[in-house]
C-alpha cells in the first residue's frame, strides 16, 4: 500500500527496512482508510521507516516495541530533525496496529496499590459495570472521593465502616467555599454515589448518601438555556449547505433542535440507530438507557442529505464523522459544543450559553422525554427495606433505635442546641438562607423537650409537624418535617 503514496520504487524499497518491514503496508492501508491523504501520510510513514531503521541499531525487534521504547525514539529523532505535530500521535496509531496483530504485549504489570486505588478501583467498576456510566463521569467522581478518603484516613488503613455523618457534612462543608456551584454540586453527587456503593457491598450499616448535604440551585437566578424560535432559524439557514461539512452542521442543529438530543447523544448515533421504514430513531443515554423517538420529515431529510452527499467514505459506524483525518467519530461531546458555538459566530447571535443546550427553542428540553415512543432500562437492584420504621432515619443500625438519656436532661439539650446550630451554619455555608427553617428546627428543640422524649421518631415528628400553631396548611407541614428529617439525618 505505500505505493499509493510514494510513486519511485527506490523509496518504496527504502521504506520496507528494519523490524517494522512487514507491517508498513498494513499502516499505510490504516492511514487511507481513515481518509490520510498527501503530505500528511507520507511524513507518517518515513516516520515508522525511521523507527525500525532506529530499532535495528539497537538490536530490538518488533516484539520489544512500547510506549517507553517509543517516546525514547522520540527524543533522538528530535535531536537530528525538527519534530512534527502528529509524531507522537502516528507512534500511537502504529502500537495500536501491532497489539492488534498480537505482535507487542506492552501491558506493564500493575504496581503494588494503596488501601485507597484499592477502594478507588471498586468504586470505578461499580459506576461502569453496575451503573454503566461513562469513563467522563468517572473521571468527574473520583478526584473527590480520592480527595475524602485522604483526609479521613490520611495513607493507612481505611476502614469503611468508621465513617459518621459528620466526615461528610464537614468535608462539604470546607470544601464548597472553594468551588463553583457547577463543581459544588458535582461534588456532592460524587459522594452520595461513593457513598451508595458502600452500602451496596455492604461496608457501611447506614445510608450516609442520605445526610449529604445540597447546593443551592435557586430557581430563575441564571439566564435562560435556550434561544427562541427566530434565533434558531437564523442559525439554521447560515448553514453552507452546499459544503460536507455545512450539511453535517445543518443535520446535527436539527437534531438538538427539533428533537432536543443531548450532545452527547448526538455523539453516539450509528447508523444502525435509524430505522428509515418505521420513521424511528433509537438513543444511546445516560447509565445505560435506550429511548425510541419519531424522527421528523425535516431532520430526516436532512440526514439522508448528509448521509447521501457529505458522509466521508469510512469504515466507522457512527452517522457524523470528522470531515479531517482521521475518519473516524467524535471523541466526545465537546466537538457538538464547539459546533454550535461556530454556528452561533456565523449568524451573528451573541447568546449567554454557547453549548449544544443554548440551541433548542424551547424550556424543559433536556431529555426530550415528552417525544420518546418507547424507553428501555437496565435492570438495577432492588431497593434495600429496613426494619426500622420507627426512628425517623430509615436505615440506621438497631442500637441507634434504642432509648438512651433523655434529650430534655439538661446536658442533652446543651448537645442537640449544639447540633442544630452546627446543621444551620452549614446549610448556610452552602448558600441556603434558611430563615424560616432555622425557626422551624429551634422549634422543635423546644417540642422535644417539653414531651421529654428519649429519641426522635417519626411519631413525634408528625405530632410537632401537625401542631396547631404550625398547620396552616398541608405544604407547611411537609416543610415542617423536610426540615426536620434533613436535619436529623446529619446527626446520625
Known amino acids: 500500500m505505500t505505493h499509493l503514496f510514494f510513486t519511485d520504487p527506490k523509496t518504496v524499497q527504502r521504506m520496507h527496512d ?6 508498513i503496508d498494513a499502516y499505510a492501508a490504516r492511514l487511507q482508510s481513515q481518509g490520510y491523504t498527501g503530505q500528511c501520510a507520507r511524513n507518517q510513514i518515513r516516520l515508522v521507516a525511521d523507527l525500525s531503521r532506529w530499532l535495528r541499531k539497537q538490536g530490538l525487534a518488533a516484539k520489544n516495541l512500547n510506549p517507553q521504547r517509543t517516546q525514547r525514539y522520540l527524543s533522538y529523532r528530535k535531536r537530528r530533525l525538527r519534530p512534527h505535530h502528529g509524531d507522537a500521535s502516528a507512534l500511537v496509531k502504529l502500537l495500536g496496529l501491532l497489539r492488534e496483530a498480537g505482535v507487542v504485549n506492552d501491558q506493564t504489570p500493575p504496581a503494588a496499590v494503596s488501601p485507597g486505588q484499592r477502594v478507588e478501583e471498586n468504586f470505578k467498576r461499580y459506576l461502569s459495570q453496575e451503573r454503566g456510566l461513562s469513563s467522563a463521569t468517572q473521571v468527574n467522581y473520583l478526584p473527590f472521593v480520592r480527595q475524602f478518603l485522604v483526609e479521613r484516613f490520611g495513607a493507612g488503613r481505611i476502614h469503611l465502616a468508621h465513617l459518621h455523618a459528620a466526615d461528610i457534612t464537614g468535608f462539604v462543608q470546607r470544601h464548597a467555599h472553594d468551588l463553583s456551584p457547577g463543581r459544588a454540586k458535582l461534588m456532592v453527587t460524587a459522594l452520595r454515589a461513593f457513598l451508595r456503593h458502600l452500602r451496596y457491598r ?10 449529604v448535604p445540597c447546593v443551592p440551585n435557586w430557581s430563575f437566578s441564571t439566564l435562560p438555556k435556550f434561544l427562541l424560535p427566530g434565533q434558531v432559524q437564523r442559525i439554521l439557514e447560515h448553514c453552507d449547505q452546499r459544503t460536507p461539512s455545512g450539511k453535517r452542521d445543518y443535520a446535527i442543529l436539527l437534531l438538538l433542535a427539533r428533537l ?19 420513521g424511528r430513531i433509537t438513543l444511546r443515554s445516560k447509565g445505560g438507557r435506550w429511548a425510541q423517538l419519531a ?39 465537546i466537538a457538538i459544543c464547539s459546533l454550535v458555538e461556530r454556528a452561533l459566530v ?9 453549548g449544544g443546550s443554548s440551541i433548542p427553542s424551547y424550556p424543559g428540553h433536556g431529555n426530550a422525554s415528552s417525544r420518546r415512543l418507547f424507553v428501555g432500562d437496565r435492570p438495577t437492584a432492588t431497593p434495600s427495606t429496613s426494619e426500622h420504621h420507627h426512628p425517623l432515619c430509615q436505615g440506621r443500625p438497631s442500637g441507634i433505635a434504642h432509648a438512651g438519656p433523655c434529650l430534655a436532661r439538661r446536658w442533652a439539650m446543651k448537645r442537640l442546641r449544639k447540633a442544630v446550630h452546627n446543621y444551620l451554619a452549614m446549610r448556610r455555608a452552602l448558600g441556603f438562607k434558611l430563615r424560616d427553617a432555622g425557626v422551624g428546627l429551634w422549634d422543635f428543640v423546644a417540642f422535644l423537650q417539653r414531651q421529654r422524649a428519649s429519641c426522635i421518631t417519626i411519631e413525634l415528628a408528625l405530632q410537632w409537624g401537625g401542631c396547631k400553631k404550625n398547620c396552616v396548611n398541608g405544604h407547611r407541614v411537609k416543610d415542617n418535617l423536610n426540615k426536620e428529617k434533613r436535619w436529623q439525618l446529619t446527626q446520625n
Not at 265 to 274: G, K, N, W
Not at 303 to 318: D, E, F, I, N, W
Open 346 to 354: 456565523r449568524a451573528e447571535i451573541d447568546s449567554p450559553r454557547k
Open 295 to 333: 424522527l421528523p420529515a425535516e431532520v430526516g431529510k436532512a440526514l439522508a442529505h448528509y448521509l447521501k452527499q457529505g458522509r466521508p467514505r469510512c469504515a466507522s459506524r457512527r452517522v457524523f464523522i470528522r470531515q479531517r483525518a482521521p475518519r473516524v467519530g467524535f471523541a466526545n461531546s
Open 18 to 23: 528494519g523490524p517494522l518491514r512487514a507491517y
Open 260 to 278: 432536543g438530543l443531548r450532545t452527547g447523544e448526538v455523539v453516539a448515533l450509528t447508523l444502525d440507530d435509524i430505522e428509515w421504514e418505521q
Open 202 to 211: 455492604g461496608d457501611i450499616a447506614t445510608d450516609l448518601a442520605a445526610c
